[in-house]
């Protein structure tokens, strides 16, 4: 018997959604562009504010965003068949009184329910994928969309290539009754939270936490274990969790990754990252 990680159901996670979302990554495109539009302008979603909630814009494309609004991509399905619709506003464009603009990034002090952090993760998602896959990689020449796919192909050289999903790691180590944090100087004053980092070619998941740890903080971990995973739509990442004992040396910081990092009783932690992350979810979780 299998029991699936409560960590799925983590906001950017599409497990989030419970079933409600079907993405478009096979089928048809429908003929018209009609349902829920995801409109992100600079990490911000537009929304129409219903009393103390946020709704989705619905209906066609929005008429008052017309020759500001991108091209519109087909994203998926919520709720049994409405269609959703993504597209991005610049940076500069004036949004008409009927929108609100929410951030996306929990950081920020995002104000936004979990299912549309999920969707507008994955409209972010969709598109850079489109701002960056315009060209093949190998030689250069336009690419074209894979029918029913995300994936383009090169109708030259005939690449073929997919959005990409960049892996890193984050871990908290325990020994004891205490917890190892870290903080970075741009963050909130007094906030920290976990080593992460990028794992490199040829890097198991579980070496790249041995690394990471040592190359930041500069002591071993040992009893390295996955614990669950997220979606990081910053732009696109995956961040894969893990839980470690500490394994000896001294606290070394990076002072290129980090401004500080030190042992916290669990019973005493400081100011962590908001529930939104899987940061977050270690820290609560293992913490103990």
């Known amino acids: 018997m299998t029991t699936t990680p409560l960590s799925v159901y983590l906001p950017f996670n599409i497990d989030c959604l419970r079933g409600a979302f079907v993405p478009a990554k096979r089928g048809t495109k429908p003929p018209s562009e009609h349902g829920h539009w995801l409109i992100i302008q600079d990490q911000k979603l537009l929304v129409v504010p219903d009393g103390d909630r946020f709704r989705l814009p619905s209906g066609g494309r929005p008429a008052k965003l017309d020759g500001a609004i991108s091209e519109a991509i087909w994203l998926g399905t919520l709720n049994g068949g409405t269609e959703c619709w993504v597209a991005s506003i610049p940076r ?74 960049h892996p890193a790691v984050i871990v908290i180590v325990r020994d004891g009754d205490r917890v190892l944090l870290a903080r970075k100087a741009i963050w909130a004053p007094g906030r920290y939270a976990l080593v992460a980092g990028f794992v490199d070619n040829g890097e198991s998941l579980e070496g790249c936490v041995a ?11 040992k009893d390295i274990t996955y614990v669950g995973s997220q979606n990081w739509p910053f732009p696109s990442q995956l961040m894969v969790g893990f839980v470690a004992t500490y394994a000896g040396g001294e606290i070394k910081v990076d002072a290129e990754e980090l401004e500080d990092a030190r042992w916290f009783p669990c019973s005493n932690l400081p100011s962590l990252p908001s529930r939104h992350s899987i940061s977050r979810y270690l820290i609560d979780n293992f913490a103990r």
């Open 92 to 165: 500069d464009a004036v949004v008409p009184d009927e929108f609100q603009r929410e951030t996306l990034v929990p950081m920020a002090g995002t104000k936004l329910p979990d299912d549309l952090l999920s969707l507008g993760g994955m409209a972010m998602q969709a598109l850079w994928w489109e701002s960056t896959s315009g060209f093949c990689p190998r030689c250069g020449e336009r690419t074209e969309r894979l029918v029913g796919e995300w994936g383009k192909r090169c109708p030259k050289c005939k690449y073929e290539h997919y959005p990409h999903l």
């Open 211 to 221: 690394r990471e740890v040592k190359e930041e903080v500069g002591v071993d971990v």
